[in-house]
């Protein structure tokens, strides 16, 4: 069953692969793939940037 707030969820995942993988080339989308991997181990910075860029509240969130 599909849950509103899956659908918002994955468009502001495709909002942030397109802001800092094809927009603003900080990463690759390879290197994107790796570092979700990782769960953001060592790319800390990266993570509070996509954070901030699509307005999250990663005090809720488990996981990035």
């Known amino acids: 069953r ?10 502001d995942a495709m909002a942030a692969i397109e802001k800092f993988v094809f927009e603003e080339e900080m990463v690759t989308l390879p290197q994107l793939v790796e570092i979700l991997k990782n769960n953001c181990e060592g790319n800390q910075v990266l993570q509070m940037k ?6 999250c509240n990663y005090r809720q969130m488990d996981v990035f």
């Open 50 to 55: 996509v954070f901030n860029a699509v307005g």
């Open 2 to 11: 599909l849950k509103p707030e899956g659908v918002s969820n994955a468009a």
